[in-house]
């Protein structure tokens, strides 16, 4: 891989190395390509503001942001979001990263679709969450410089990705669709189980066990 793509140098640390070969490992070109143009992403946006970040703990932080959508990461009943951000502190647990660090590459992952709270979170967070954005949904699309953008993307081509990673979301969590109760993934059931009944905001409070 190059070691620097659109003005970024890519990390290159064992820790680094170690964080992209468990992704490799893990997940499909789709995901990795989508993973580390995220991580590019989010580190122009912050070049461009100029906003203090950790560039390594975003790189992770982009690697593993998918994880808990893989067999091996995924669990029977947590929201995905919060499988890869839970993998992503153990794997840091072993560099000795200070804990304050920890939670923030837990939030950042955990909180990477929630969305109007995440953009105010601080950069080490929001830019991976813009960075999603951008790179799922083109938010920001075009305030975003077009050099570096082709650049990233030649890169780490999106080959077809508008249609494949909506499928691959749902492959993800189709086995714990509750899990999305509440969130934008919501959508995503949806559109493959239309039958599927979600749990109702207003339902859960008016059959609580309260008497008044």
Known sequence: MRQEIAGIKIPDSQ????????????ENDLLWNHSNR???????QGQQAAQPYDLELLYVSALF????????YSSPDLRFEVDGANAARSFLQQ????????????????????????????????????????????DNFDQFPAEQRKEIVEAFPRNNFKQEIIPAFYEGFKHKPETTFGNIKADVISHYQPEYKH??????????????
């Open 65 to 72: 942001h998918d994880l808990g959508l893989t067999k091996e």
């Open 199 to 212: 749990k109702n905001f207003c339902e859960c409070i008016i059959h609580s066990p309260w008497s008044e």
């Open 38 to 44: 995220v991580f590019l992403f989010g580190a122009v």
């Open 95 to 138: 560099y000795q990263i200070p804990e304050e660090s920890l939670n923030l590459v837990w939030d950042a992952i955990a909180l990477h679709t929630t969305i109007g709270i995440t953009e105010h979170k601080t950069p080490q967070v929001s830019l991976l969450y813009s960075a999603v954005g951008l790179d799922v949904m083109g």
């Open 15 to 26: 820790l680094a190395k170690d964080a992209a070969d468990i992704l490799r490992e893990q």
